[in-house]
């Protein structure tokens, strides 16, 4: 097998899907600058801010939320399910794709369909458990299944047999050191050098419980000499912060350059998305999850391995109050030597090498 021409990446809708997609298209790219790379979408999805600014063409075919339930009636029925796969069939043609990379979502699901229609090679990469009814579909297809966690084939009877990658994570946060770059982070958010920084973000959508909390205890916090670096969530009401701190606490509504809050903080307080959990335990940022509760609990199954290996604290949402930061979050931001050795132990557990670990696997699969 040659190296790779042409390579259609699907997935989108959340910034789960997306993310790893862009850096495994930056990671192909890397390597050879001439390979063609045509990522799939919908008009609706976040892959419609992200992937055109990083330079991958966007093609936008028609995809629909599936039931909950997969089973081969799903794809033999809909008649709109083989419109989208036509849709996606006529670009895997058009641009002669040697393989198509699916990442979950529902504009997985064409891809799927048309690739498996043209026997051409297909490659899943899952980040949960259970997976996402899109990649299970797909699974129905292909033995190329990839996983980003080690705790998935043993979680997931359909993931028995997948291949532990690792995560694709941006080249920002894959290479960050965060102690090289810490000053220059604070600097840039205006917080002090000399105090420890708690970064605060409930993901891309925000977590109003965790939002409130944190500005609960934002006075006895400020007291103790802790900064807040808190990303409220663009969908998100902003919660009332007290003005006559007197420490830093800088509030954003959005913040698109995660390695420079990661570097600025001491401790992360986070929800538990599997791309929060990856980046994190790469850079070896001790974090305290608080998993989203109204789910099937992936959420938790993502954090708890790197909690039982060290690396961080778990709190259900329910019992995340004011309180509860302020007698856990003080005495632990300011114990610089549990902090390290938290630090360490995430770093153990994750990896930075999930994009280059993916791309050997999908070469291995197409010249299968």
Known sequence: MGPLRSVVLAGGGTGGHVYPLLAFADCLRRHDPGVRITCLGTPRGMENDLIPPHGYELRQIPAYQLPRSVNMNLVRTPGRMWTAARAAGKVIDEVKADVVVGFGGY????????AWRRELPMVIHEVNVPPGVANRLGMKFTKNIAVGFPHQ????????DATIVGVPLRRTIAGLDRYALRNAARAHFGLRPDLPVLFVSGGSSGARSINLAVSGAAKELARNGVQV?????????????????????????????????????????????????AEVAAIGLPTIYVPYPHSNQEQRRNALPVVEAGGGLLVDDAELTPDWL?????????????????????????RRDGDEALRSFVIEAVAR
Do not use: K
């Open 107 to 114: 504009v997985s699901v064409p891809a799927y369909l048309a």
């Open 153 to 160: 084939p043993s979680q997931a009877e359909s993931l028995r």
């Open 229 to 277: 670096l808190h990303v409220m969530g663009a969908r998100n009401e902003p919660v009332p912060i007290p003005t006559d701190l007197p420490v830093p606490y800088v509030t954003l509504p959005y913040l698109s350059e995660m390695e420079l809050g990661y570097a600025a903080a001491d401790l992360m307080l986070a929800r538990g998305g599997a791309m929060t959990v």
């Open 326 to 350: 302020e007698r856990t979050v003080i005495p632990l931001i300011r114990d610089p030597q549990r902090l390290y050795a938290m630090g360490a132990a995430a770093a153990a557990y994750g």
